[in-house]
């Protein structure tokens, strides 16, 4: 999914309307976050999303306020508390919690067809909501022509957006039958089998000592206090700058490598557990940990698990996952595998041939062959890992 944002701009009419729908979706996730607070280990399971909807029919027949509203609003709730709850469990992020009104106020709505879009003017744009009807936003660029639901939201400030989420178009492969192999960088974001190697864009230097300053009067500033606020606001939006550039940059990459190549060959890294081995564990403590906290910070910095994902929706069935296992320390040239090999992060010097080669295109083309399917016979050390078996997970029924 990709998510376009834009500015709603509601009559005061409309927002009356529009604050219901969000009064709705906060009660029916509340109702679903209740539910599930009182289940304990041992009880019969807390409802799932399918008892979840059956519930909310019945409450919908017997509360004419409910029913009143948009059954849309209303089951997408329990879908998005759904998809919290698998999200939870798959320890990618916290459970669930009440909401309360005024904060991070929302719904979404699924089904929508392009003629629910509509552009008025240059610059105005108009959004049909249920029961609400057409809604201006402001039309800030193109809205993408495959938009299968959108979200609006309300922040604490009071404005309003919509963001439209679209499944983007398959890139045509270009036929070539060339193979590229991708790997994560240490010294970069990105590095080819092609040579080429990839940055992707942060924080001016510039804008990072004024991120620097203000985190250091965040620091100072009193809990509570006006001046506090302003700080965090300030933070809060160089972070999204910087967010913005990241996502651009990948939306820019992935398009190009589905352009160019017919197959793209990527290393299937766990980023979470790669993330959490950096600060060490009992059995191996904290082996390589001032790399590895660079290479972190590579990763997170570069968005790696998002140009893998964007790749996959722009290249459907084009994508391999390899198994990442010796792909740096493996010689491309005679395929010797030696962890000495890799003398500087930078620098492939192999130990048994000589060859030189930067360190992560050296692994960047481990990549690429073994995707290709080029027999690699190892010498001096356990073989490259095979094709990683595992299908992309389908995310959950949501965003119908
Ligand atoms: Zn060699």
Same mark, same amino acid.
């Given at each position: 999914m990709v998510m376009s944002r834009y500015r709603l701009q509601p009559s005061p009419a @409309? $927002? @009356?309307?529009?604050? /219901?729908?969000?009064?709705?979706?906060?009660?029916? &996730?509340?109702?679903? /976050? +209740?539910?599930?607070?009182? &289940?304990?280990?041992?009880?019969?399971?807390?409802?799932?999303?399918? $008892?979840q909807c059956r519930q909310l029919t019945e409450a919908r027949a017997e509360f004419e306020w409910l029913r009143a509203g948009s059954i849309i609003v209303q089951q997408q709730a329990l879908k998005?508390?759904?998809?919290?709850?698998?999200?939870?469990?798959?320890?990618t992020h916290k459970r669930p919690t009440w909401r309360k009104r005024g904060q991070g106020e929302g719904f979404r709505i699924v089904a929508v067809t392009m003629g629910d879009v509509r552009r008025l003017s240059r610059h105005v744009g108009e959004v049909r909501v249920p029961k609400v009807? &057409?809604?201006?936003?402001? &039309?800030?660029?193109?809205?993408? +022509?495959s938009v299968k639901s959108y979200r609006v939201t309300r922040d604490r400030a009071g404005r309003w957006h919509v963001a439209?989420?679209?499944? *983007? $178009?398959?890139?045509?492969?270009?036929?070539?039958? +060339?193979? /590229?192999? /991708? %790997?994560r960088g240490v010294a970069v974001s990105a590095a080819l089998s092609t040579g080429e190697l990839l940055s992707a864009p942060g924080l001016r230097d510039a804008e990072n000592a004024r991120l620097l300053r203000l985190q250091r009067k965040l620091a100072r500033a009193k809990r509570g206090s006006n001046r506090r606020g302003k700080v965090k606001a300030a933070i809060a939006r160089l972070k999204a700058r910087e967010t913005d550039r990241r996502k651009d940059w990948? +939306? !820019?990459?992935?398009? %190009?490598?589905?352009?160019?190549? %017919?197959?793209i060959a990527v290393e299937d890294l766990k980023i979470r557990n790669m993330t959490r081995s950096a600060k060490g564990t009992i059995s191996a403590p904290g082996k390589n940990v001032r790399q590895k906290a660079g290479l972190n910070r590579g990763i997170l910095a570069a968005g790696w698990g998002r140009l893998v994902t964007r790749l996959e929706h722009k290249?459907?069935?084009?994508?391999? !996952?390899?198994? *990442?296992?010796?792909?740096?320390?493996?010689?491309?040239?005679c395929k010797h595998t030696a962890g000495e090999s890799r003398e500087r992060q930078a620098l492939f010097l192999c130990v048994a041939c000589g060859h030189r080669d930067n360190a992560d295109v050296n692994a960047? !083309?481990?990549?690429? %062959?073994?995707?290709?399917?080029?027999?690699?016979?190892?010498?001096?050390?356990? *073989?490259?890992?095979?094709?990683?078996n595992r299908e992309p997970q389908r995310g959950l029924l949501l965003v119908g």
């Amino acid at each position: 999914m990709v998510m376009s944002r834009y500015r709603l701009q509601p009559s005061p009419a @409309q $927002e @009356q309307a529009l604050l /219901v729908h969000c009064g709705h979706a906060r009660f029916v &996730w509340n109702l679903a /976050v +209740e539910q599930h607070a009182h &289940w304990k280990p041992g009880r019969k399971s807390a409802p799932g999303f399918a $008892e979840q909807c059956r519930q909310l029919t019945e409450a919908r027949a017997e509360f004419e306020w409910l029913r009143a509203g948009s059954i849309i609003v209303q089951q997408q709730a329990l879908k998005d508390f759904a998809q919290a709850m698998a999200n939870f469990f798959g320890k990618t992020h916290k459970r669930p919690t009440w909401r309360k009104r005024g904060q991070g106020e929302g719904f979404r709505i699924v089904a929508v067809t392009m003629g629910d879009v509509r552009r008025l003017s240059r610059h105005v744009g108009e959004v049909r909501v249920p029961k609400v009807g &057409w809604v201006r936003f402001r &039309w800030s660029r193109a809205v993408p +022509e495959s938009v299968k639901s959108y979200r609006v939201t309300r922040d604490r400030a009071g404005r309003w957006h919509v963001a439209f989420a679209a499944i *983007p $178009e398959p890139v045509p492969a270009p036929g070539t039958g +060339e193979v /590229v192999g /991708v %790997d994560r960088g240490v010294a970069v974001s990105a590095a080819l089998s092609t040579g080429e190697l990839l940055s992707a864009p942060g924080l001016r230097d510039a804008e990072n000592a004024r991120l620097l300053r203000l985190q250091r009067k965040l620091a100072r500033a009193k809990r509570g206090s006006n001046r506090r606020g302003k700080v965090k606001a300030a933070i809060a939006r160089l972070k999204a700058r910087e967010t913005d550039r990241r996502k651009d940059w990948v +939306e !820019k990459t992935s398009t %190009d490598l589905a352009r160019r190549f %017919d197959v793209i060959a990527v290393e299937d890294l766990k980023i979470r557990n790669m993330t959490r081995s950096a600060k060490g564990t009992i059995s191996a403590p904290g082996k390589n940990v001032r790399q590895k906290a660079g290479l972190n910070r590579g990763i997170l910095a570069a968005g790696w698990g998002r140009l893998v994902t964007r790749l996959e929706h722009k290249a459907p069935g084009r994508i391999q !996952k390899i198994n *990442p296992r010796h792909t740096s320390q493996t010689c491309n040239a005679c395929k010797h595998t030696a962890g000495e090999s890799r003398e500087r992060q930078a620098l492939f010097l192999c130990v048994a041939c000589g060859h030189r080669d930067n360190a992560d295109v050296n692994a960047a !083309k481990n990549v690429r %062959d073994t995707a290709a399917g080029h027999a690699v016979a190892a010498r001096g050390g356990p *073989p490259l890992g095979g094709l990683a078996n595992r299908e992309p997970q389908r995310g959950l029924l949501l965003v119908g």
